[in-house]
Nanobody
C-alpha cells in the first residue's frame, strides 16, 4: 500500500518560515520524481517544486529563491523549506510521487497539509 504523508503545515506570519515533510512508504522512493503542489481556494492545483531521483530541482517562478526542495532517500522523505512566506503562499500543499515505467505512469498523492500565512 502506497502512502505519502505530509506534515509541517500550520499558521505563520508574513515573512516567516515553515518546513514541510512528506514521508513515503510502499514505493521505491529513490526512483521517483517527488514534487510539492499547492492549491489555494478557488484556484487550480499548481506545481511548486520538484526534485528528480538524481537530485535535479525546478521551482515555480513565484517561489524561486524562497523555497527549497530536498530529499533524503535513506528516510524516504522529501522536504520543502519555505522562507519569506507571504499571504499568497496560503494554500493546501500536496506531496506527489511520480515515475514512468513504460507503459505505466505511477502517480501518487498525499492528503495535503494546510499552510496559512497571515498576521
Amino acid at each position: 500500500q502506497v502512502q505519502l504523508v505530509e506534515s509541517g503545515g500550520g499558521l505563520v506570519q508574513p515573512g516567516g518560515s515553515l518546513r514541510l515533510s512528506c514521508a513515503a512508504s510502499g514505493i521505491n522512493f529513490s526512483r521517483f520524481v517527488m514534487g510539492w503542489y499547492r492549491q489555494a481556494p478557488g484556484k487550480q492545483r499548481e506545481l511548486v517544486a520538484a526534485i528528480t531521483s538524481g537530485g535535479s530541482t525546478n521551482y515555480a517562478g513565484a517561489v524561486n529563491g524562497r523555497f527549497t526542495i530536498s530529499r533524503d532517500n535513506t528516510k524516504n522523505t522529501v522536504y520543502l523549506q519555505m522562507n519569506s512566506l507571504n499571504p499568497e503562499d496560503t494554500a493546501v500543499y500536496y506531496c506527489n510521487g511520480n515515475r514512468d515505467v513504460f507503459p505505466i505512469n505511477y502517480d501518487y498523492w498525499g492528503q495535503g497539509t494546510q499552510v496559512t500565512v497571515s498576521s
